[in-house]
């Protein structure tokens, strides 16, 4: 019976060599019966680097959830000091002005679109853009006043890439929309909008179905943006 262990053992051994290329079988037989043993490799590694190297391609469908920082509005960009406390000088105390708090800016967008050839890519983004600061009351622990900036941007986009390796992309893209806005302070509320523009100067996704992006640019989309997407029918 050991004997027959051993010799087993060796033809495991022996058939180590060829798993990795080609299924093994083989059968053998003892006082309890006849067996049969089958090998089925993984796939190949090389198959499988070749499957990681293939290139992006068209028709692809894109879909983007993202954040920015320093976003464009029409009172200017996120980043600059434009709601001053000093602004409010005719509707707030003395008192009041040193109890604005500095606004908290948060930049939201969506992205879709369709890569019409393997470098060429139309959709459209909705990017919102929101600030918001209030008036402290120390004495009641409460906020006395509100000041809220909401902007809503709709632009298409056009990109273009000029490299894709494997599942690594780069690219350029430029947009031309509209951008509304709507202010709410205390004494009044109102709306301003301006033409929309964003420009990525570089971008790059990482990923195949699945992706990550980050792109540098100016616009409405922010300085920096960053996010997830997801490619459908992404195949040959």
Known sequence: MRLKT???ALILIMAMPFMASAQVSFK???SLGCYKVEFKPHANSQVAARRFSKPLVAPAVELR????????????YTT??????????????PEELGRVDMPRWFTLGAEA?????DWLYLGGTFVWTGGFSAVKDYVRHTRSH???????TLMPIVRFAWFRRGIVQLYS?????LNLAYVKEPQQRYFEGVVAHDVTFIGISVGRNFFGYFDIGAGQRGAVSVGLGYRFNNKK
């Open 146 to 152: 509100y000041y809220t900036y909401n902007s809503f």
């Open 28 to 30: 053998f037989r003892d």
């Open 113 to 117: 679109g369709y890569w019409l050839k």
């Open 80 to 93: 600059d000091s434009w709601w001053d406390p000093s602004i409010y000088a005719d509707e707030l105390s």
């Open 173 to 177: 893209s430029a947009g031309v929309g």
């Open 6 to 8: 051993l010799v087993v």
């Open 65 to 76: 959830l993202g954040t920015a920082y320093c976003a464009n509005t029409p009172a200017r």
